[in-house]
């Protein structure tokens, strides 16, 4: 018998789903205390709801919990953030933020229900060293765009020589019809506040125009 081979799935979105005894009670949990968003609610009254982190939505629905050999895990941009935020809304931490040898920062927290969730963000610097010699270049750049370069390399703890690094590698590489970037959608949130700080009006092709006076 001959095996068809698999078809090639596209897949748009994944969601899991949680059984909750009460749903309003655990949207509030989700909402208030996890740093989670609403993202509908159904019913009258409501036996299923969808809660938002991000771009990813936990579906919560009306039955008996059953947390045992049940967890979810996030890949988050800053999980040191968020932990501070659930902590502080008393939370129950059942690992606290570490360093994994997968190459992740993450904690995990129990929901009032006993389901485990795990949040953490990737850890760069993972891998042997790479030896290398840096050389000077007689770089000028527009005064606007170094200032916003020092802000920037200071946000992501690095030197401005380690953050040009980074961009130039990124960029050399591609990603579909574009090139990769090394910014995560809220470091590019805050490049964004920079670029309204230094009063950088033109887009990312004006280098071609620049004039120096």
């Known amino acids: 018998m001959t095996t068809r081979a698999a078809p090639r799935v596209e897949v748009e979105q994944a969601h899991a789903a949680l059984m909750v005894p009460d749903i309003p009670t655990a949207v509030a949990f989700y909402t208030g205390k996890l740093g989670f968003f609403l993202g509908f609610i159904w019913g009258e009254p409501a036996t299923f709801a969808g809660v938002n982190l991000g771009h990813v939505q936990v579906f919560l629905d009306q039955g008996k919990p059953n947390p045992s050999g049940c967890s979810l895990y996030f890949v988050i941009?800053?999980?040191?953030?968020?932990?501070?935020?659930?902590?502080?809304?008393?939370?129950?931490?059942?690992?606290?933020?570490?360093?994994?040898?997968?190459?992740?920062?993450?904690?995990?927290?129990?929901?009032?229900?006993?389901?485990?969730?795990?949040?953490?963000?990737?850890?760069?610097?993972m891998g042997p060293p790479v030896k290398i010699e840096r050389v000077d270049l007689p770089?000028?750049?527009?005064?606007?765009l170094a200032a916003l370069l020092h802000d920037l390399a200071e946000h992501k703890h690095m030197s401005v020589s380690s953050c040009l690094e980074e961009i130039l590698l990124h960029t050399n590489e591609r990603l579909g019809d574009g090139v990769a970037s090394p910014h995560t959608k809220r470091t590019l949130d805050f490049i964004q506040e920079l670029k309204r700080k230094h009063g950088i009006d033109y887009d990312s092709h004006a280098s071609y125009r620049f004039v120096e006076e």
């Open 139 to 144: 770089v000028r750049l527009e005064k606007r």
């Open 77 to 125: 941009g800053d999980a040191d953030e968020l932990y501070e935020y659930q902590r502080a809304n008393g939370v129950e931490i059942v690992e606290p933020p570490g360093r994994r040898e997968w190459g992740s920062r993450d904690y995990s927290v129990r929901d009032l229900n006993g389901y485990v969730l795990t949040f953490g963000h990737r850890l760069l610097d």
